[in-house]
C-alpha cells in the first residue's frame, strides 16, 4: 500500500451551481493497490454541509465497445468467459485503450484483434458510465459497418468465439435475462433508436490503415 499522497484519480466535470448542495470535493487520498488493470484509490472528501466521508474507487483508462453491422444485418459478437462471474457471455467486441491511445484507434484495433473484421465506415454514438459508484471508467459506443471479414489476432490467453446474431435474437435474449452484459444492453439501445430514427449517427470513412 503506498502512503504517498495521491492526487484525485476522477476528473470532476462542470457543475450546476444548483446542486451544489450534492458535491463532495476532493481533500486527501492514497492509491492502496496498483497492478496491470486495477488502480485502487482511497480518498477523503468534505461533504457538502460539513464533515468528511472515505470514498473508495477504480481509477479506470477508458474503453470502447463497438457494434459491428454486417451487410446482411446481423450483428458481429462475441462469445467468451468472464472469469469473475464464472459465465460464458455474449457481448459486443470491446476492450480498454492502451496509453495515450485515442480512443477510434483503440475501437478499430479492437474489432480486428478481437473478431478479424474490419470497416469501411465508423460512427461515435455516446459514452457510458459501466460502473460509476465505484470506478472512473468511460466505455465509448462506436458504430461500424462496411465490414470485411479476415484473421482474428487475438492475445495469448484469449479465448473468444465470434458469431453473428440478428438484432431480433440479441433483443429477446437480453428480454429473458440471458444477456446480462451493461455496454451490450447499452449499445443495443443505441442501435434500437438509431434505426427508429430518434438518435442520430454521424457516419465517416476514415483513412485506410492497410
Known amino acids: 500500500m503506498s502512503t504517498e499522497p495521491a ?9 450546476d451551481p444548483s446542486e451544489s448542495h450534492l458535491v463532495e470535493r476532493f481533500v486527501r487520498g492514497e492509491q492502496v493497490y496498483k497492478g496491470r488493470l486495477l488502480d485502487v484509490r482511497r480518498d477523503v472528501v468534505a461533504l457538502p454541509h460539513g464533515g468528511e466521508a ?19 444485418g446481423r450483428l458481429v459478437m462475441e462469445r467468451q468467459f468472464r472469469y469473475p462471474i464464472g459465465r460464458v457471455v455474449l457481448e459486443f467486441p470491446a476492450g480498454k485503450l492502451d496509453a495515450n491511445e485515442p480512443v477510434f484507434d483503440c475501437a478499430r484495433r479492437e474489432l480486428t484483434e478481437e473478431t478479424g473484421y474490419r470497416a469501411r465506415e465508423w460512427a461515435r454514438a455516446g459514452i457510458t458510465h459501466n460502473a460509476m459508484a465505484y470506478s472512473t471508467e468511460i466505455i465509448e459506443v462506436w458504430f461500424a459497418r462496411g465490414l470485411t471479414a479476415g484473421q482474428a489476432q487475438l492475445e495469448e490467453g484469449e479465448l473468444i468465439d465470434t458469431c453473428l446474431v440478428t438484432e431480433g435474437e440479441l433483443d429477446a435474449a437480453c428480454g429473458r435475462g440471458e444477456v446480462t452484459d451493461a455496454k451490450t444492453m447499452v449499445a443495443l439501445l443505441w442501435l434500437q433508436r438509431w434505426r427508429a430514427g430518434a438518435w442520430a449517427l454521424q457516419w465517416f470513412t476514415p483513412p485506410d490503415k492497410g
Open 54 to 72: 472515505t470514498r473508495e474507487y477504480v481509477v479506470h483508462p477508458g474503453a470502447v465497445v463497438v457494434v459491428p453491422l454486417n451487410d446482411d
Open 7 to 15: 492526487s484525485r484519480g476522477a476528473t470532476a466535470p462542470a457543475f
